[in-house]
Nanobody
């Protein structure tokens, strides 16, 4: 499975961005999927996850109420809508797939995209 993340950019605090993760080479609805992020000098951290059926989502406390994860099966694409962005949301965002269960742990995901940079200015 190949994952291609896109949609990052520079935005002012309070603004919005939508990240996309296009999947190819596999059966899209077979995988639980997630978003992670890594800020400079920090470890990669969990942001949000969505069940392969799409019927359940889970968020890190730091983004709950501001970010929304979703997936469109017809497009083999997962999204992360990010609203009310803060400077502390600045990071490279990675999409991931293939966890055996809905997980917040990086080592439970098999497939990773290349990352897309989000920069939030104050």
């Amino acid at each position: 499975v190949q994952l291609q993340a896109s949609g990052g950019g520079l935005v002012q605090a309070g603004g919005s961005l939508r990240l996309s993760c296009a999947a190819s080479g596999g059966t899209f609805n077979s995988y639980h999927m997630g978003w992670f992020r890594q800020a400079p000098g920090k470890e990669r951290e969990f942001v949000a996850a969505i069940r392969r059926s799409g019927g359940y989502t889970y968020y890190a406390d730091s983004v709950k109420g501001r970010f929304t994860i979703s997936r469109v099966y017809a497009k083999n694409t997962m999204y992360l809508q990010m609203n009310s962005l803060k400077p502390e949301d600045t990071a490279v965002y990675f999409c991931a797939a293939g966890a055996a269960y809905l997980s917040t742990m990086t080592n439970n995901y098999v497939y990773w995209g290349q990352g897309t940079l989000v920069t939030v200015s104050s």
